[in-house]
Antibody, heavy 122, light 113 residues
């Protein structure tokens, strides 16, 4: 079965960096685009970024563009989110999610990880 | 960006009764190329990640009980739970995937009356 496990969350000071990882198993990772979606405490869902199945294309939300970078290592079945210049408003649970179709860059999320909490605070 | 607006923000329904949640998009999410609505519904129970319920506005995800149904087209959509069960207590989100950025509604909290 599909399994997504995020790691790398924690408490970080404003302006610092953090890298999240999402380890995937149970499916052919290299055939699926992968997304990051976040949820601030007690708030709704916000899409952050997507990377194509082969890593050739990336798209970002306006809030992430220029500060966050999504990448993947298909040999290790892992997707990453490098977050730089973090702000208090980036505090959220960050979920990785699989795109709902092979070789498709679309924003339908059919499987989600349990999430990693990132807290940006001095 | 496409703005997704759900109503109501919260809803209390008796067990066994029907629950209906509305979702409106600020522009059409119906594709003229394939005549499909790029609209999904998710369920999030406390402490859990969201779970995909419905996609293409009306297609139930595998394993989702048939009491859940989606309808609508263009800019107006509805999620219906035909007979509310205790395990349906959750926050429900609509989301478009017509093109990036993919945006969600603000969520509707469903409770038992």
């Amino acid at each position: 079965q599909v399994h997504l496990v995020e790691s790398g969350g924690g408490v970080v000071q404003p302006g610092r960096s953090l890298r999240l990882s999402c380890a995937a198993s149970g499916f052919t990772f290299s055939s699926y685009a992968m997304h990051w979606v976040r949820q601030a405490p007690g708030k709704g869902l916000e899409w952050v970024a997507v990377i194509s199945y082969d890593g050739s294309s990336e798209y970002y939300a306006a809030s992430a563009k220029g500060r966050f970078t999504i990448s993947r290592d298909n040999s290790k079945n892992t997707v990453f989110l490098q977050m730089n210049s973090l702000r208090p408003e980036d505090t959220a649970v960050y979920y990785c999610a699989r795109a709902g179709g092979q070789h498709w860059l679309g924003g339908l999320f059919d499987f989600w990880g349990q999430g990693a909490l990132v807290t940006v605070s001095s | 960006d496409i703005v997704m607006t759900q109503s109501p923000d919260s809803l209390a329904v008796s067990l066994g009764e029907r629950a209906t949640i509305s979702c409106k998009s600020s522009q059409s999410v119906l594709s003229s190329s394939n005549n499909k609505n790029y609209l999904a519904w998710y369920q999030q129970t406390p402490g859990q990640p969201p779970k995909l319920l419905i996609y293409w506005a009306s297609t139930r995800e595998s394993g989702v009980p048939d009491r859940f149904s989606g309808s609508g087209s263009g800019t107006d959509f509805t999620l219906t739970i035909s007979s509310l069960q205790a395990e349906d207590v959750a926050v429900y989100y609509c989301q478009h995937y017509y093109g990036a950025p993919y945006t969600f509604g603000q969520g509707t909290k469903l409770e038992i009356k």
